[in-house]
């Protein structure tokens, strides 16, 4: 995972005097990932990569969404209910405590480490390394229009620091969109990749989730 910390903003209010969040350590995602794995047939649930975008995506929404309305995506792409019989508890518990982790970050305008990982591919760029964490966050952002229905003036910069990742065929009829990716300087690297992740987000908190 990528663990190159720029300096960033840090707002001092009450919630950046509280306690952060545990964080996952490597064993705990090794752990997440091999349950995701096990969640039953014919459900195809999402990868830890996926899942921390994903994760991302929900907690920058206009609206703040129950857990309920999201979950089921983990584990499934398309929502379905787990099967009975099935238990989920640490799975879910596991991702709750990856959600709280990131809120906080969030709140506090903090650097946090998204979970990308270096290709077994030594010859692959950066662009394949992120691309399924920012997979998660466009399918969060597609489940949940909130953040697309926005202005596009307030969100535009920091949809292109995401999307540029993306085929540009995934982006039909966003014309404005494209034009923006193409006015951003060229990623170097997977250090400055993730760390345009990163300022996505925080950006899009700075629109849906103002601080007071």
């Not at 305008?109 to 390394?129: I, Y």
């Amino acid at each position: 995972m990528n663990g190159a910390k720029p300096p960033g903003r840090r707002a001092r209010t009450a919630a950046s005097r509280r306690a952060a969040p545990a964080p996952l350590s490597d064993r705990d995602i090794d752990e997440l990932q091999r349950l995701l794995d096990a969640v039953p047939a014919p459900l195809e649930p999402l990868d830890a990569s996926s899942l921390d975008g994903f994760v991302c995506g929900v907690l920058v929404q206009p609206q703040r969404l129950p857990n309920p309305r999201w979950l089921s995506y983990v584990t499934d792409h398309e929502g379905r209910p787990l099967p009975a019989g099935y238990d989920a508890a640490r799975l879910q518990a596991l991702v709750l405590r990856r959600h709280a982790e990131l809120d906080a970050a969030i709140e506090r305008r903090q650097w946090f480490d998204p979970w990308v990982f270096e290709p077994e591919d030594a010859a692959a760029g950066a662009r394949q390394a992120v691309y399924p964490w920012v997979a998660g966050v466009a399918t969060a952002f597609e489940l949940f229009p909130g953040v697309m229905r926005l202005p596009a003036a307030s969100t535009l910069e920091p949809l292109a620091l995401l999307y540029r990742h993306l085929d540009a065929e995934d982006l039909e009829d966003a014309d404005e969109l494209l034009a923006e990716i193409e006015t951003l300087e060229p990623v170097v690297g997977l250090e400055d990749a993730v760390e345009g992740l990163v300022r996505a987000i925080l950006l899009l908190a700075d629109v849906t989730r103002p601080i007071r």
